[in-house]
């Protein structure tokens, strides 16, 4: 489980539920009132009227509760001062230490601290102005953090990445949290076509970078996990594009910085062979007597340039041998084959081809472009429907992009009968748009 690497004492702190928790204090009290014309964290803070024209005014107030005496405590907070308009100093009561707020006005200016030693479980801070005021100035703040360190470090609160909230959120403390990640991967036979299923656990709000290490030493990106959000501290999701008869490692790692996570996983055993869409897989089809010319042809692209006077002619290169192309042919029995192939060859993008040869170890995986796509009867028979689809192969990368959800209503629906049974089967959102029960 993630483990609590900071913690902000400070319910409200950015004052998205209003003024609960803070309160003016003193005989020319100001009047304090949320506001969303100025705000540095989200999308509030609190506006600060004052009351009366003084070089000292008593402001707003907050309680810190939880301290542990004899411990050194830190508190920052960000103050905006329009023109005109009072600066901030804060002060633990009882102790008489202060942070003033910088004279910069218009703008959001950077923390102002007091760090201090608890004397008592419970201390008092308060915000005086330090300047001269007149009734109905405004002082803005926001983000303020209080925390067990001898030092200010970033601000942070329960709706920060990798954060939590210890009860309600804006109405309680926070935590910020850090790893330990960890990774689970399995082979998924039963699906068509075959995948690996992830789960991943970390830090709640983080993201994880997942990538596949495949036989040849590429680290490739896992698709939709580039990088893969951690709502709740969780990722689900499944990788299409493993290469079949082959075992691979999986890599997570992670935006808070704790340690990488690895796993290696067995191939996937599957010995028929497929085209594989990464985009949309449910459009992948199998694929029956695949045959290749046995020519791989791969161009230099380099273009020649005849000089006058001499007999051979110069060359212009990159230096790079350019991809292979092949023919190809693939056979269906069915109209329902026919239509499958036809509707995964209908666009253009990219395609993962996976051929399985029987009695051996060997397998195909690459990533194709195809070309030109020619349909020839295998016969003259009315109604034979068997075919053979020839295919002008281009040996290209991997794709980019994402992969289109494959969950419908209708496919939860023949899952689950009651709402009930679907909150049982599944703990989060990501768990119910994959498919995997428990998570």
Not at 178 to 195: A, H, M, Q
Request: contains cysteine; aromatic residues 8%.
């Amino acid at each position: 489980m993630p483990t609590v690497t900071r913690t902000n004492l400070c319910t409200n702190p950015s004052f998205e539920a209003g003024t609960t928790g803070w309160s003016a204090f003193g005989t020319n009290a100001p009047t304090l009132s949320q506001s969303a014309t100025q705000a540095l964290n989200r999308t509030k803070s609190l506006q600060i009227a004052w009351a009366t024209s003084s070089s000292s005014v008593q402001g707003p107030q907050y309680t810190i509760t939880g301290l542990t005496v004899g411990q050194q405590y830190t508190v920052s907070a960000s103050a905006y001062t329009p023109t005109g308009g009072a600066r901030l100093v804060a002060v633990i009561t009882g102790i008489g230490l202060g942070g003033t707020s910088s004279a910069v006005q218009n703008s959001w200016n950077s923390p102002f601290t007091i760090t201090f030693t608890a004397t008592a479980t419970s201390h008092t801070l308060q915000f005086w102005s330090t300047a001269p005021t007149t009734s109905g100035q405004i002082t803005y703040l926001d983000a303020v953090l209080i925390e067990q360190a001898p030092v200010a470090a970033a601000y942070f609160d329960g709706a920060s990445s990798g954060c939590q909230w210890t009860g309600t959120a804006d109405l309680s403390t926070s935590q910020q949290l850090s790893g330990p990640l960890s990774i689970t991967v399995n082979n998924d036979l039963v699906n068509e076509p075959p995948r690996n299923t992830i789960f991943i656990t970390g830090a709640p709000g983080t993201t994880a970078q997942v990538t596949r290490t495949d036989p040849d030493g590429t680290a490739r990106p896992v698709r939709g996990a580039d990088p893969a959000p951690l709502v709740g501290g969780q990722w689900a999701g499944y990788d299409y594009e493993s290469p079949y008869g082959a075992a691979v490692t999986y890599t997570v790692i992670p935006s808070d910085a704790s340690p990488n996570a690895f796993v290696a996983v067995a191939a996937l055993a599957t010995t028929q062979s497929r085209l594989i869409h990464p985009g949309v897989p449910s459009l992948s089809v199998q694929i029956n007597g695949f045959h290749d010319d046995a020519s791989r042809d791969a161009e230099s692209g380099e273009a020649f340039h005849p000089v006058i006077g001499r007999t051979n002619p110069t060359t212009i290169t990159d230096g790079a041998r350019k991809g292979i192309t092949y023919q190809a042919s693939v056979r269906t029995a069915t109209e329902q084959q026919n239509i499958a192939l036809r509707a995964i060859l209908s666009g253009s993008v990219p395609l993962l081809l996976q051929v399985v040869y029987p009695f051996t170890t060997v397998a195909r995986w690459e990533y194709v472009s195809i070309g030109r796509v020619s349909e020839d009867h295998v016969t003259e028979q009315w109604g034979d429907p068997r075919r053979i689809f020839r295919l002008s192969m281009t040996v290209v990368d991997r794709p980019v992009g994402g992969i289109a959800a494959q969950r419908t209503c209708a496919d939860v629906a023949v899952e689950v009968g009651t709402v009930a049974d679907l909150t049982a089967k599944y703990v989060t959102c990501t768990g119910l748009l994959v498919g995997i029960a428990g998570t």
